[in-house]
């Protein structure tokens, strides 16, 4: 499965950007789709996830109420929208995948496939 996630940029604290991840071999409406940010030196954070049937998402604290995870099967494409954006929010963001169903919480090894990153920067 080949994940892509482009989107990334630089915004100033308040503003908003919305990262898509196109998935290619593997239909997202039967995986638990996730994204999760890095900066050098930190772990591999999860933040959002969706299950690919739909439901109920789960967020990090940190961005509860700014962020929202949604998916398009019609373009197998899982999207993070993200306002409300905070120089702490600044990071690496990956897309990943689950081939399985997703779980309360979120672990990098679960995830079985991912995207290059993008670089998310948010100036105060």
């Known amino acids: 499965v080949q994940l892509v996630d482009p989107g990334g940029g630089s915004v100033q604290a308040g503003g908003s950007l919305r990262l898509p991840c196109k998935a290619s071999?593997?239909?997202?409406?039967?995986?638990?789709m996730g994204w999760f940010r890095q900066v050098p030196g930190m772990k591999r954070e999860g933040v959002a996830h969706?299950?690919?049937?739909?439901?109920?998402?789960y967020y990090i604290i940190s961005v509860k109420g700014r962020f929202t995870i949604s998916q398009d099967t019609a373009t197998n494409t899982v999207y993070l929208q993200m306002s409300g954006l905070k120089p702490e929010d600044t990071s690496m963001y990956y897309c990943?995948?689950?081939?399985?169903?997703?779980?309360?919480?979120?672990?990098?090894?679960?995830?079985?496939?991912w995207g290059q990153g993008t670089q998310v920067t948010v100036s105060s």
């Open positions: 969706i299950p690919g049937g739909g439901g109920l998402a």
């Open positions: 071999g593997e239909d997202i409406s039967t995986s638990c």
């Open positions: 990943a995948a689950d081939y399985g169903d997703c779980r309360s919480y979120m672990v990098v090894e679960w995830f079985e496939s």
